[in-house]
């Protein structure tokens, strides 16, 4: 995962862990900084990857295969791996951290450089800066955390808007927000001020403390049996808990203002 740069970088080395059949990426801690199942690496094997794919869900089924897709942080490169091999999109990922793409390229089967991929070493927060990269992303995945794994080293307003830009009309962000310390309602208040409340939606915490925001670009959704339809697919074609991802997400318009809803309120 990624951290901003300094006068003087120092990045945490990657080290690697086994147990159960399951391959766990750490940056010189035991904070868990990705995973990938030895006899499955195609599979999303935490639960809150998982939830980082929601976006499948907000988008129509003919368009799910279509990038380019961009991953700020790297991780154990799973979302990268599965956007490349279940969805076939165009990819790019950005990790500040050297030793965290080598280990990702030696130990997580993340593929060399290609037609369909770029695994750019750079500061996520320069990447999304960058005017180059305006409106080249159709899906922007953010899970940006150090070593500490305390909370987002990006997650300000500037940062978010920099994220807006780099999505194309009708593109969507997830972003995963877990953090020991990290205030929930500020971070998602910085998302909601760049993309506006109504096209904000969070998902439930997992049992570790993730919790997922996706916002969009300009994104008008279906009605519930729609979506339904389109959670069914998702599990039938990919295998993700889609129908799940349904019951659990609602609109940050209700989780801020106390709003009553439903257990879902898309």
Known sequence: MSSRATTAPRWAPATISEADGVRYLHLGTPWVQGAMRLRSSRSLELEYIQRMMVWMLLREPQELTQGPAVQLGLGA???????????????????????????????????????????????????????????????????LYDHDAASPVLDSVAFYAGCYRVLVAGGLMTVNLFGRDASFERSAG?????????????????????????AGKGVTLPDRAALSIRADNIEARYKLPARKWLRMIRALAGETTGAPREESDL
């Open 77 to 143: 490169a799973a979302i990268t791996r599965y956007c490349l091999g279940a969805l076939r999109m165009r990819c790019t990922a950005v990790e500040l951290n050297p030793s965290v793409i080598d280990a990702c390229r030696s130990w997580f089967h993340l593929p060399h450089d290609s037609a369909r991929l770029q695994v750019v070493q750079a500061d996520a927060g320069d990447y999304v800066a960058d005017p180059r990269n305006a409106h080249s992303a159709q899906v922007l995945c953010v899970d």
């Open 190 to 214: 910085h998302i909601a001020q760049v993309f506006g409340a109504s096209q904000v939606w969070s998902m439930r915490p997992t049992r570790e403390g993730n919790t997922i925001v996706v």
